[in-house]
């Protein structure tokens, strides 16, 4: 039944650290081999080879720019899957029962067999955290890698999400947020961890760590710092070059 | 959004069938026999017609019964069981007056009830979406049910009243254009807020997450059609209401003469529909720096 559970026992989710995010994209690659490989249809790519491949990922970095008027623009890396949202609007919409959420961990899952490709939970997400596979025509979402976290014939180290599991930079986070001393909750409450779009109500479990504060260079003016150190080591040329920069300069 | 042409065909004709469903479930016009058959066939091969083509936009068409499970919390669902609900007591009712000259009236009036209600879930359907600010408004559902009403009395010849909704519908469809104008930014979004950076400075895309297109991207952010927008806001306009009205205000309006205001009035339909979808805007938009 697509209706939604009161409450969860645990609220599984990840935290992503905006600061230390470097936008490699090995989350991506590494969550779409999972998934391909594992748990339900695989991820599909159209014309992956053509000129204008297309294919379904549930994982993707937008990188953006900010800049405000005072300071140097910075850059931001972006991930973004499914923030299995505690009111999840994808999961109230659904006419058949396929998207659900789960009332012992709070994982927003598809059952594959039930969907029939409609595509209104995919309108109904803000996010855009839920992609309808063109091959398999059934609506593909991150699963928070629920056939790893549980899975008993993984090494302890790897039960965690793929994408948590391949970060070469640590910025994402997998953990309770119904548990207040857990590693994701006191991460998010130390650096402010933040929801998106929470104008839309849908009460995300995920959280994004903003950006630390960048310390501000005193540059006067001069926006190279390194500049000074690059001055040119030989101020008059000698010998032959001296010659013929004196000879040159005359003509 | 992407304005899929087997969701307009659906969303336009089903309207018109279950619209002239609920005139003919209230006995207007009161006819018997043949003539009630021609009727009858026309509403069942709009409304019906209308559901088949929805199902053309899915990807696994062939699990579609198991869209009447879920109506407790989906309006997609409730849609589907009131929209057979519908069809059938009128079926029911339909084959009385057909083959056996009886009218059940009180049958009729639950048919027009259901009708008018399946068009009411169609609306819903949109209207529930937060993430499309301008279908997120009152005025969806109250547009979806003057079209299936004004298009329903248009078929069943009901021309005094067809004149007064068709009046009504143009009004409320002109200033519900200029109110879903105002929508997206009334909702307080924008690329700062959807991203939560919004207090370090001006926010731009530096670069999408692919280089080409993906599902999210052909699916809800189209631009290219809302360039021509007022322009077929106002052919639309012309169409399913402002010529119609005229005409059956100012002259006496035979059967020929109607065919001629109900092709209008479809065309208008359709232009607008198209619009609906065409103009509107997903929050998702945001992420990709376009709306």
């Known amino acids: ?251 | 959004m992407h304005p899929a042409a087997s969701v307009i065909i659906f969303t336009s004709l089903s309207g018109l069938g279950f619209g002239l469903l609920f005139f003919l479930g209230l006995g207007k016009p009161d006819v018997s026999g043949w003539s009630a058959f021609a009727f009858f066939f026309i509403a069942y091969a709009l409304a019906v017609g209308g559901l088949l083509a929805s199902t053309f936009h899915l990807g696994n068409p062939q699990r579609a019964m198991k869209a009447f499970s879920q109506w407790r919390t989906s309006w997609l669902s409730r849609e589907g069981v009131v929209a057979v609900a519908a069809l059938l007591i009128m079926g029911l009712y339909a084959a009385l007056v057909i083959f056996a000259d009886l009218r059940i009236a009180p049958l009729g009036w639950l048919g027009s009830v259901l009708s008018i209600l399946a068009v009411y879930c169609t609306s819903m359907i949109y209207a529930q979406l937060k993430t499309v600010p301008r279908w997120n408004m009152g005025t969806t559902p109250i547009l979806f049910l003057l079209y299936a009403l004004s298009g329903g009395a248009l078929l069943s010849a009901q021309l005094h009243i067809a004149l007064l909704l068709l009046a009504i519908l143009t009004i409320v469809q002109i200033l519900s254009w200029m109110r879903g104008d105002l929508s997206f930014a009334l909702a307080g979004h924008n690329i700062e807020t959807a991203t939560g950076l919004g207090h370090l400075g001006k926010v731009r895309l530096l670069e999408a997450p692919h280089s080409g297109e993906n599902y999210l991207t052909r699916e809800m952010v189209h631009i290219i059609g809302r360039k021509h927008s007022f322009k077929l806001r106002a052919i639309a306009a012309l169409c399913l209401g402002v010529i119609p009205v005229a005409l059956l205000g100012l002259f006496q309006i035979g059967h020929m003469s109607v065919l001629l205001i109900i092709a209008l009035h479809v065309i208008g339909l359709f232009i607008s529909r198209w619009l609906f979808f065409a103009e509107a805007e997903h929050v998702v938009g945001l992420y990709y720096d376009k709306r």
Not at chain 1, 198 to 213: C, S
Request: glycine letters at 6%.
């Open chain 1, 1 to 251: 039944m697509t209706a939604l559970p009161h409450t969860t026992a645990k609220k599984l989710g990840l935290v992503i650290d905006l600061d230390i995010c470097v936008g490699c994209h090995a989350c991506v690659i590494n969550c779409k081999e999972w998934n391909t490989s594992n748990y339900g249809a695989p991820l599909s790519d159209m014309d992956a080879y053509g000129s204008n491949p297309v294919g379904t990922f549930l994982n993707r970095i937008h990188t953006y720019e900010v800049k405000s008027d005072d300071k140097i623009a910075q850059t931001v890396h972006f991930p973004k899957s499914c923030l299995h949202c505690e009111d999840a609007p994808c999961v109230t919409v659904c006419p058949t029962g396929a998207s659900y959420k789960r009332v012992e961990d709070g994982i927003v899952l598809v059952n594959e067999s039930d969907c029939i490709g409609c595509g209104l939970c995919a309108w109904a997400c803000p996010y855009g955290a839920r992609e309808l596979d063109a091959a398999e025509g059934v609506m593909k979402k991150c699963t928070l890698c629920v056939d790893r976290i549980y899975n008993e014939n993984l090494p302890e180290i790897d039960r965690e999400p793929a994408c948590v599991r391949t970060c070469p930079a640590n910025a994402r986070h997998f953990g309770d947020f119904a548990d207040p001393d857990s590693n994701v909750s006191q991460m998010s409450a130390e650096r402010g961890g933040m929801q998106l779009m929470p104008q839309q109500d849908t009460k995300p479990v995920n959280r994004y760590l903003p950006p630390r504060p960048k310390a501000d260079i005193q540059t006067d003016g001069d926006i190279d710092i390194l500049a000074p150190f690059l001055e040119p080591v030989a101020e008059t040329p000698k010998g032959l070059l001296g010659w013929l920069d004196k000879a040159l300069e005359a003509l």
